[in-house]
């Protein structure tokens, strides 16, 4: 079976934060997702151009998951990515991702499993097209994942919802954490049924210990 690449998130909520720096001509803006149980969801997206909504506007965004410098976040165009802008209280409240890869590792020591996965992302560079490993941190409950067998090299392509947390890094940075939490595994490639692969192109997961704290309330975007 062949594998496919595909990293792509629809996102919509109010306007919490922007800014734009005039320099590399990206804007940086942060999203609430409300959710049932008072823990919102905060979501950074980066746009290559300025966005013309104003603070607790609703945003809704297309766009895919990005790491860099330590920092994930949502990246959009400017040209197709922004998919309605809406002033006060509004139905834009999506969270839905579908991401693509293959399981790097498995952990199914608590109730939830976690599972580290390399996503792929597609940039132009010129005239040639670049592949970059992004790292996604999936979760699903522990007995779901015993009968579906998921092991480390098999192939995932899942449909999840983001959840965020706040944490303080190893330099004493605040930073938040993403989390896909899976709703529908869409398709399931065995490593061992599978015909053998190429040589994996990248390096074992980043390894991060640190301990997370459930964003909710009043938020304000670590400097970063």
């Known amino acids: 079976m062949n594998t496919f690449n595909h990293n792509s998130g629809i996102v919509g909520g109010s306007v919490v934060s922007k800014k734009f720096n005039e320099q590399a001509g990206l804007s940086s ?3 609430r997702k409300p959710n049932k149980n008072g823990k919102d969801t905060f ?3 980066r746009l290559d151009g300025v966005l013309h909504a104003n603070i607790n506007d609703w945003l809704l965004v297309q766009g895919q998951v990005k790491n860099q ?4 976040f949502v990246d959009v165009k400017v040209d197709y990515g922004i998919l309605g802008v809406a002033t006060g209280q509004s139905e834009l409240q999506v969270n839905q991702f579908q991401l693509s890869g293959l399981v790097s590792k498995v952990d199914c020591s608590g109730e939830w499993a976690s599972i580290s996965l ?3 992302t597609t940039q132009k560079i010129g005239n040639e097209y670049k592949d970059e490993t992004q790292w996604v941190n999936l979760r699903i409950k522990s007995q779901r ?3 579906l067998n998921i092991a480390k090299g098999d192939f995932l ?3 999840c919802a983001c959840s965020t947390s706040k944490y303080n890094d190893n330099e004493g940075k605040e930073r938040v954490s993403y989390t896909f939490f899976i709703n529908r595994v869409l398709t399931h490639s065995s490593k061992a049924k599978r015909a053998p692969a ?3 192109q990248y390096q074992n997961a980043p390894q991060n210990n640190q301990q997370y704290n459930p964003v909710g309330g009043n938020f304000t975007p670590p400097s970063i």
Do not use: C, F, R
Not at 69 to 72: I, Q
């Open 29 to 31: 803006v942060w999203l």
């Open 43 to 45: 979501i950074e997206i």
């Open 69 to 72: 410098n330590k920092t994930t």
């Open 118 to 120: 390399a996503a792929k």
């Open 145 to 147: 994942i015993s009968k």
């Open 157 to 159: 392509y899942v449909d």
């Open 198 to 200: 190429q040589p994996q």
